[in-house]
């Protein structure tokens, strides 16, 4: 459970905790989001979430709750809508693809109504990005869904006048759903958070055209100080050393690889300490029959009390059987 001091941060619960954990925190949830077996929720100023990934392990649903200690006030622009404690932004969105549509015109039209949403509402700097949609990985007019997607995305960057650069993107993930829309959420703020790239990889935005017609738009990391805590947000984080895909069929190493990537990253903060802070993960996996063998690497990583949530997806590029993204939290110096 959240700690006294703790003002803004994350949970994952399952299908006995989450009802009371809301009404608990009722006014001071920001977001939630679903992933399994639906579960019936308590009425909030945004309906949740729900993404057609299956959990793996135990129960049949995990639940993501953002929440803070500051009152959250519902908010809605132009038929989206979203919630905000006063110093975050979280809004949410979801676009079906009707026939004739691709997922190249739906990414656009999905990041133009982001950034004016954003822009209305005065929180202009995008920190951290979630993206769901299915058949990730199948083509669709001669390019991979993912790759059109990026081109989608970038159009929308361009458009809005924010550069496929560091200073624009934010921390970001990109996973496949088993059926349903293209689903985004994300988090905004009035100022920039501090973005970290992984000195062992490319940076995305840098990623050379054998990866498609438009490069992906995120930063490795982001740290932000955000309610009194200070926030480490890590992008989806594979077995990708340069900017090519390590191990290939082998998702072991591609495990030991993924972990030295997010290591890496959280080096760079300042005084790292896991003793004094909160660590939450989502780990993704192509083949369930991997969970044992990764959820073991992960737990020596990083100790029973890191907190980690397995879910069954495909990755963005075919040749990755696992991704993990993470949250670190600690109470701001």
């Known amino acids: 459970m959240q700690s006294p001091d703790q003002q803004f941060g994350l949970q994952y619960l399952d299908a006995g905790e989450i009802g009371a954990y809301l009404e608990a925190h009722r006014g001071h949830v920001l977001s939630v989001i679903g992933f399994g077996r639906k579960l019936p929720l308590p009425p909030l100023g945004c309906a949740p979430l729900w993404i057609d990934i299956p959990v793996l392990g135990a129960g049949d649903s995990s639940v993501e709750v953002w929440s803070s200690d500051a009152q959250v006030t519902s908010c809605e622009h132009l038929g989206m809508c979203g919630t905000t404690d006063g110093t975050v932004l979280f809004g949410c969105l979801s676009l079906e693809q009707h026939a004739g549509d691709t997922l190249e015109q739906l990414a656009e039209q999905a ?29 669709e007019e001669g390019l991979e869904r993912y790759r059109g997607f990026n081109v989608g995305r970038h159009a929308a960057f361009a458009a809005n006048g924010r550069v496929a650069g560091e200073e624009h993107a934010p921390a970001a993930s990109a996973l496949g759903s088993n059926s349903g ?47 009194g805590q200070y926030c480490f947000f890590i992008s989806g984080t594979a077995s990708i050393v340069g900017y090519e895909t390590l191990h290939q069929g082998d998702a072991e190493k591609q495990t030991v690889e993924t972990l030295l990537n997010i290591r890496t990253l959280l080096q760079q903060i300042p005084h790292y300490d896991p003793a004094q802070g909160r660590m939450l993960l989502k780990v993704y996996l192509r083949h369930a029959a991997d969970l044992a063998m990764v959820r073991d ?16 997806s ?13 949250a670190y939290f600690r109470a701001a110096p």
């Open 111 to 139: 990041y133009m109504r982001i950034f004016g949403f954003i822009d209305h509402f005065g929180y202009p700097k995008l920190l951290r990005v979630w993206h769901y949609f299915p058949q990730i990985n199948d083509e």
């Open 181 to 227: 829309s293209l689903v985004i959420y994300f988090m905004a703020g009035k100022q920039y958070g501090k973005a970290v790239e992984n000195p062992r990889q490319v940076s995305a935005y840098h990623y050379p055209q054998q990866f498609g017609p438009r490069s992906p738009i995120f930063v490795r990391a982001m740290s932000a100080t955000l309610g």
């Open 314 to 326: 495909n990755i963005c590029r075919s040749d990755l059987l696992l991704e993990i993204e993470g």
């Open 297 to 312: 690497k992960v737990q020596a990583e990083f100790g029973a009390a890191c907190e980690a949530v397995y879910l069954h």
